[in-house]
């Protein structure tokens, strides 16, 4: 017996109190709380997800819409380069006809797919198809009445194409006047085209109508918000204005050097200053 009650008492002396980083390291092994397929984070989650894939769709969409509107505006503005003294009425009334078919099918896609939502986050999937339509149509007035085709107007014509009782697509200032700036680079290969057909004086119409737009432009891009598209395209647009600068002073100051080329029908036109001399 009393070697039985002497082992028991050395069994209770061994065991030793838990300490409390035995506690601590015991508690770190529990199991991870699962979060509840119900709860208000996850829903939330769920509904930025399908936020941020409704907004990459609609984007692929509007990609897909600018793409025609650009190749089509660019065949407007190609239409419109043919334009010659001949067939000056023929010419523009098909480009007219090519920027409405442009307008009717091509900008009510991309009207459709912008209208209704803010469409200004997804500027930058769309605004060269915006510029490059701007271009077309100013192009086409400008040919056809030697004036500038305002902003409002354009905005005016969209707006017919879309739902009155959704919000409407509106093209920025922005975007209109990047696009009035690619203009001047059409209208400076008008002008040399002009100088070589010999219509001198509607090349420098064209010269200060291009002077005009440059001037007003540097002025307006460093109180832009956004001027560094702006400041590259001014870049371009002064040497377009040089080059029709040139060809214009060219053709004024030395236009007494021109001589008539042969081929003329006059049988006795003079070459050099010397009359048509028969073999």
Same mark, same amino acid.
């Given at each position: 017996?009393?070697?039985?009650?002497? @082992?028991?008492a050395?069994?209770?002396? $061994?065991? *030793?109190? /838990?300490?409390?980083?035995?506690?601590?390291? =015991? &508690?770190?092994?529990?199991k991870?709380?699962?979060?509840?397929?119900?709860?208000?984070?996850?829903?939330?989650?769920?509904?930025?997800?399908?936020?941020?894939?409704?907004?990459?769709d609609?984007?692929?969409?509007?990609?897909?819409?600018?793409?025609d509107?650009t190749?089509?505006?660019?065949?407007v503005?190609?239409?419109?380069?043919?334009?010659?003294?001949?067939? @000056?009425?023929?010419?523009?009334?098909? $480009?007219? *006809?090519? /920027?409405?078919?442009?307008?009717?099918?091509? =900008? &009510?896609k991309l009207?459709e797919?912008?209208?209704?939502?803010?469409f200004?986050?997804?500027?930058?999937?769309?605004?060269?198809?915006?510029q490059?339509?701007?271009?077309?149509?100013?192009?086409?007035?400008?040919?056809?009445?030697?004036?500038?085709?305002?902003?409002?107007?354009?905005n005016?014509?969209?707006?017919?194409?879309g739902?009155?009782?959704r919000?409407?697509l509106?093209?920025?200032?922005?975007?209109?006047?990047?696009? /009035?700036?690619?203009?001047?680079g059409?209208? =400076?290969?008008?002008?040399?085209s002009?100088i070589?057909?010999?219509?001198?004086?509607?090349?420098?119409?064209?010269?200060?109508?291009v002077?005009?737009i440059?001037?007003?432009?540097?002025?307006?891009a460093?109180i832009?918000?956004?001027?560094?598209?702006m400041?590259?395209?001014l870049?371009?647009m002064?040497q377009s204005?040089?080059?029709?600068?040139?060809?214009?002073?060219n053709?004024?100051?030395?236009?007494?050097?021109?001589?008539? /080329?042969?081929?003329?029908n006059d049988?006795?036109?003079?070459?050099?200053?010397l009359?048509?001399l028969?073999?």
């Amino acid at each position: 017996m009393q070697l039985a009650a002497s @082992s028991i008492a050395r069994c209770f002396r $061994a065991a *030793k109190p /838990l300490r409390l980083h035995q506690c601590d390291v =015991m &508690s770190s092994f529990k199991k991870p709380r699962m979060i509840s397929t119900n709860s208000v984070m996850r829903d939330e989650f769920a509904k930025h997800a399908d936020y941020l894939n409704e907004f990459n769709d609609k984007r692929e969409k509007v990609i897909k819409a600018s793409r025609d509107v650009t190749i089509n505006s660019k065949k407007v503005i190609f239409q419109v380069h043919r334009v010659r003294k001949d067939n @000056s009425e023929e010419v523009l009334s098909k $480009a007219e *006809k090519d /920027l409405a078919s442009v307008t009717s099918q091509y =900008m &009510s896609k991309l009207v459709e797919e912008l209208q209704g939502t803010d469409f200004w986050k997804l500027r930058h999937a769309y605004t060269f198809a915006v510029q490059e339509y701007v271009e077309a149509a100013t192009f086409c007035r400008f040919c056809r009445e030697g004036t500038i085709l305002d902003l409002k107007e354009i905005n005016t014509t969209l707006h017919s194409l879309g739902d009155s009782h959704r919000k409407p697509l509106q093209i920025s200032t922005i975007d209109y006047l990047l696009g /009035l700036a690619d203009l001047t680079g059409e209208l =400076m290969r008008l002008a040399i085209s002009k100088i070589s057909e010999r219509e001198v004086e509607y090349a420098k119409r064209i010269c200060r109508f291009v002077q005009n737009i440059y001037r007003e432009l540097t002025l307006l891009a460093p109180i832009m918000d956004d001027s560094s598209e702006m400041k590259k395209k001014l870049e371009v647009m002064l040497q377009s204005v040089t080059k029709i600068e040139n060809a214009c002073f060219n053709v004024h100051v030395r236009g007494s050097e021109f001589i008539p /080329l042969l081929g003329e029908n006059d049988d006795q036109f003079p070459y050099m200053g010397l009359p048509y001399l028969d073999s």
